[in-house]
T-cell receptor, first 113, second 115 residues
Framework: KNQVEQSPQSLIILEGKNCTLQCNYTVSPFSNLRWYKQDTGRGPVSLTIMTFSENTKSNGRYTATLDADTKQSSLHITASQLSDSASYICVVSARSGTYKYIFGTGTRLKVLA | KAGVTQTPRYLIKTRGQQVTLSCSPISGHRSVSWYQQTPGQGLQFLFEYFSETQRNKGNFPGRFSGRQFSNSRSEMNVSTLELGDSALYLC??????????????FGPGTRLTVL
């Protein structure tokens, strides 16, 4: 069964600290993996998109990694800011004829001053 | 460029009613996808339209339907509403159809409450 699991469910860190969010998936056949940031009351915003052959992708202070062998991805946030407080959602696409999008339930990050 | 717009932003309906939600994609985008987001299930894919054709469909009952017009605007309809349909309905647009690198731009969503 295609599944995407994210951990932790929620996380509280102090401003300026780094953190890493995890995403494990059992999706086949794998097409790509995306990380989204969703602020409360708003739609998700794409942070990174990675295909099978990509190990790392950065977007400012956000760095995503992908290990296609172990089917794991992580999102590392460096020098966190108050504006990083949001939900972070991992989405894995499977392609079997048409695309299927399997969403994780997200990690809710709270950055405190 | 204006972003994805969704109307209405908030909606309250009662069980058994039907509802139509609207999505206007970013100018020039031809793909529109719809998602349902609930606290318990997270985001779930409903369907994707590209050039007025349904290209992809998630695992939702036939009460959920959609369409896309020639100007790429899309509507989603839910008939015979149930309490469990209460959710945030998100629309996302993309210049091209689903693919490895197509980036989706989400609208703010329509918050539907079914009483």
């Amino acid at each position: 069964k295609n599944q995407v699991e994210q951990s932790p469910q929620s996380l509280i860190i102090l401003e300026g600290k780094n953190c890493t969010l995890q995403c494990n998936y059992t999706v086949s056949p794998f097409s790509n993996l995306r990380w989204y940031k969703q602020d409360t009351g708003r739609g998700p915003v794409s942070l990174t998109i990675m295909t099978f052959s990509e190990n790392t992708k950065s977007n400012g202070r956000y760095t995503a990694t992908l290990d296609a062998d172990t089917k794991q991805s992580s999102l590392h946030i460096t020098a966190s800011q108050l504006s990083d407080s949001a939900s972070y959602i991992c989405v894995v696409s499977a392609r079997s004829g048409t695309y299927k999008y399997i969403f994780g339930t997200g990690t809710r990050l709270k950055v405190l001053a | 460029k204006a972003g994805v717009t969704q109307t209405p932003r908030y909606l309250i309906k009662t069980r058994g009613q039907q509802v139509t939600l609207s999505c206007s994609p970013i100018s020039g985008h031809r793909s529109v996808s719809w998602y349902q987001q609930t606290p318990g299930q997270g985001l779930q894919f409903l369907f994707e339209y590209f050039s007025e054709t349904q290209r992809n469909k998630g695992n939702f009952p036939g009460r959920f339907s959609g369409r896309q017009f020639s100007n790429s605007r899309s509507e989603m309809n839910v008939s015979t509403l149930e309490l469990g349909d209460s959710a945030l309905y998100l629309c996302a647009s993309s210049p091209v159809a689903s693919g490895d690198y197509n980036e989706q731009f989400f609208g703010p969503g329509t918050r539907l409450t079914v009483l």
